[in-house]
């Protein structure tokens, strides 16, 4: 099992311009790769794979001696991430996708390189890269298990180290033998069937006039000036400060649901989808459902619990007392069922999620 910890670094002036040289020369044979691909099937009808081009690393060493600056593991690794992109543009193919070929990375567009083995160690306040140098790194909580991968990403001008770790299961988790269904919503973030209700606090929402400022500034001036990249700059934090809060968000909701409950259900929504709606986009986008989503699972597969998903159909117009279809529009916030059972829409879908989630279980078995 791997657990990654993401910790701030704080490079100099000098390693600033190490860590943008190394992006800029994986970012140039990340395209080269790509472009190598493409000319050999479209013109040769051959399939170039990817020991093939990791055995030319050698040779282009040689003849582009600037490539000699950057860790050898890290060129291979780019060689990989190219890789993994034609794998996965095959099985999208295969699946029926929209599959989506391999693109170009602009200087904008490629913002990581990783250490997939050595060349780095963490020494007290200090991380080591190999060709970098010993930047500072504010680590602000323990890390457990042993760090397999190092990956540096470029965030907002800002720089991260993600730190990947390898963790042994953990057997002191505390079950409460309680289960749960979530219904997902734009009023309310999520509700669950013991009728708690998690607040939607609409990060979007709330910085939209702030963000609508700093985009008109950053469309009046020049292309390429000064001024439009300290506009854009501006932008950009503005962006990942509500990214943040979001984020922020998201972690304590899964961390109280895993803490509390052995099974949590939720309904598998079809986001992508759903966003067609521009009456409803901006806000399905803002309260961010399948980020939530990733954040309990994984937290409950650390701790030894269960997430499920369920298919939506019917969670909100059925009754979960009885299972009888009860018509509701949008407007409907009360669930009553000739049955006599009443409820809040919500909360009656949340129950109906568990009860689903419990059926599936029990035809699995």
């Not at 997939?116 to 602000?140: A, M, N, T, V, W």
């Not at 309904?267 to 992508?272: D, F, G, R, V």
């Not at 939530?292 to 030894?304: N, P």
Request: with cysteine.
């Amino acid at each position: 099992m791997f657990r990654t910890y993401k910790f701030k670094l704080e490079p100099n002036v000098q390693q600033t311009k190490n860590i943008e040289f190394n992006l800029n020369l994986c970012r140039w044979l990340y395209n080269s790769c790509l472009e190598q691909r493409r000319f050999a099937y479209t013109r040769r009808g051959v399939s170039v794979n990817r020991r093939m081009q990791q055995n030319e690393l050698p040779d282009l060493k040689k003849e582009i001696t600037a490539f000699k600056e950057v860790y050898a593991q890290v060129l291979q690794e780019v060689v990989a991430r190219v890789d993994k992109s034609f794998q996965n543009f095959f099985r999208r193919v295969k699946l029926g996708e929209k599959p989506g070929y391999p693109r170009f990375q602009g200087k904008k567009r490629y913002d990581s390189f990783t250490y997939p083995q050595s060349g780095f160690s963490l020494e007290g306040k200090y991380l080591k890269l190999s060709k970098i140098g010993d930047i500072r790194i504010k680590c602000h909580r323990q890390m457990e298990g042993k760090i397999k991968t190092c990956t540096i990403v470029r965030k907002s001008n800002k720089y991260y180290a993600c730190l990947s770790c390898e963790i042994e299961p953990t057997n002191h988790t505390h079950f409460t033998g309680k289960q749960v269904g979530i219904d997902l919503g734009v009023k309310h973030l999520a509700i669950s069937s013991d009728g708690e209700f998690f607040a939607n606090l609409k990060h979007l929402k709330k910085s939209e006039k702030k963000l609508k400022q700093l985009q008109r500034i950053v469309s009046r001036r020049k292309k390429g000036s000064n001024r439009r990249r300290k506009g854009v700059s501006q932008l950009a934090k503005l962006h990942e400060r509500v990214a943040n809060q979001r984020k922020d968000l998201a972690h304590k909701i899964s961390r109280n649901l895993v803490d509390r409950y052995d099974l949590i259900a939720f309904e598998k929504l079809n986001i992508t989808g759903m966003v067609q709606n521009h009456n409803l986009a901006k806000s399905i986008v803002d309260v961010a459902w399948r980020q939530l989503v990733q954040f309990t699972t994984y937290k409950a597969e650390y701790a030894g619990k269960e997430v499920i998903q369920v298919d939506p159909y019917n969670t909100t117009q059925s009754c979960s007392a009885c299972g009888q279809i009860v018509k509701k529009a949008l407007k409907d916030r009360m669930h009553v069922c000739s049955c006599g059972y009443s409820e809040d829409r919500d909360i009656n879908a949340a129950k109906n999620i568990l009860l689903k989630a419990l059926d599936n279980m029990q035809k699995s078995a």
